[in-house]
């Protein structure tokens, strides 16, 4: 099994990027993290993110032609993206949307989600520390 972590714009400057909102952990950290979890549950788990939209749904596309489950954190495009949403939407495995911040202690525009209602979860506000409580949720469930 392979679970696919994606990540869009601005993640790859987590670290440095508001670290009162995001925490201190930089980009390099969270996809050790990620790894380390999968090394620990026994399954493949690959780190990816993009600053291009087009990207992302291409990725998305391959999540769905593999049945790939996926942690989606599509940072600002969550808000308002249709076009990463109907990608996200052909996926056949589980789509966990997943926030470092809980966006719903934010402003308002961050309430609302083009994903949540086509994600299986939403993760929200346990800082980094929901990526890896995602992957074992994802690994959990297809050796149920
Ligand atoms: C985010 C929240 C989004 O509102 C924001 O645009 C991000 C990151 C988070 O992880 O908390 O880029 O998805």
Redesign the pocket.
Known sequence: MKVLVLN????GRLGKREPS??GSTTYADLVAMCEAAGAELGVEVEVRQTDHEGEMVQWLHEAADQKWPVVL???????YSIAVRDAAAQLEAELIE??????HK??E??HTSYLSDISTAVV??LGVAGYPLAIRWLAERASA
């Open positions: 869009g714009p601005n993640l909102v995001y954190n599509a940072g600002a495009w969550t808000h997943l926030h470092i911040s809980n966006v934010r402003e525009f961050r929200a506000g």
